[in-house]
C-alpha cells in the first residue's frame, strides 16, 4: 500500500486530497497546525502542531514518523494576502515567501529521507506565480513567493533525478477555499480530483513542468 502525506490537511483542498486518497486505499499521513472534526473523521493519521515555516517542527514530525517510507509528498499548505503599493507589508509579504517557498522546502529537506525511490513530490503553487499570465498586478508577496516556489521546484527536479523522484508544479484552479474567500470556479473536490489525475500522469520525462490542474500546460 502506498503511503501520501499532505501538509496544510485540515481544510479546502488538502483535506479534499486526504479525503480522495483514502478512498483509493492509500495510508494517508494528515499534517497541519490544528485539526478539525472533518480531517479527524476521515480515518487519516493526522499529525498537528506541524508549522512548515518552522525547521525545528519539522525535525519533530521526522522523528514522529519513524521509518515510515512515503511514496507521494504534497506540499499543500499555503497563505495569501494582498499588497499593493498604496498597502504595502513587508511583514505580510515575509509570511508569504516563509510557508508559500521555503515552507515547502524545508518541508522536502525534513522528509527526504522517507521518500521512496521513484516517488512523487508535489509542490502545490499557482497560476498567479506566472510572469507570462499577471494581467492585473498586485497580490506582490503571493505572486512573488509563487513564482519562486515555481524555480525551486525545477531546481527540485533536476537535483532528485537521480534518485527517481518526480516533482511535479501543479495549480489546484480557482478554488472556493477559505483562501480565495470562498469565491471560484471549482470546488475543493473537484480541484482535488484534477490534481490526483495530474499527478497520476507524472513521471520523470515531465518532471518540472508547471500544470494547471485541468491539464493545461501553464506559461512561466
Partial sequence: MSTVLVTGSNRGIGLELCRQYKQKGFDVIATCRNSNAE????????????EVSDPASLTELASRLNGISID??????????????DDFNVEAINNQFAVNTLGPLNVTKALLPFLSNSAKLILITSRMGSI??????????YRMS???????GVSLSHELRDRGIAVGILHPGFVQTDLTGNNGDVTP??????????????????????????GEVLGW
Avoid: P
Avoid at 507570462?132 to 508577496?141: I, K, L, V
Fill in 132 to 141: 507570462a499570465d499577471n494581467g492585473s498586478g498586485g497580490y506582490y508577496g
Fill in 39 to 50: 480531517l479527524d473523521q476521515l480515518g487519516v493519521r493526522v499529525e498537528t502542531g506541524i
Fill in 146 to 152: 509563487k513564482a519562486a516556489l515555481n524555480i525551486a
Fill in 189 to 214: 473536490a473537484e480541484s482535488a480530483t484534477n490534481l490526483i489525475a495530474r499527478i497520476d500522469a507524472l513521471t520523470l520525462d515531465n518532471s518540472g513542468s508547471f500544470w494547471h490542474a485541468n
Fill in 72 to 85: 507521494l509528498l504534497i506540499n499543500n499548505a499555503g497563505i495569501m494576502t494582498n499588497e499593493t503599493l
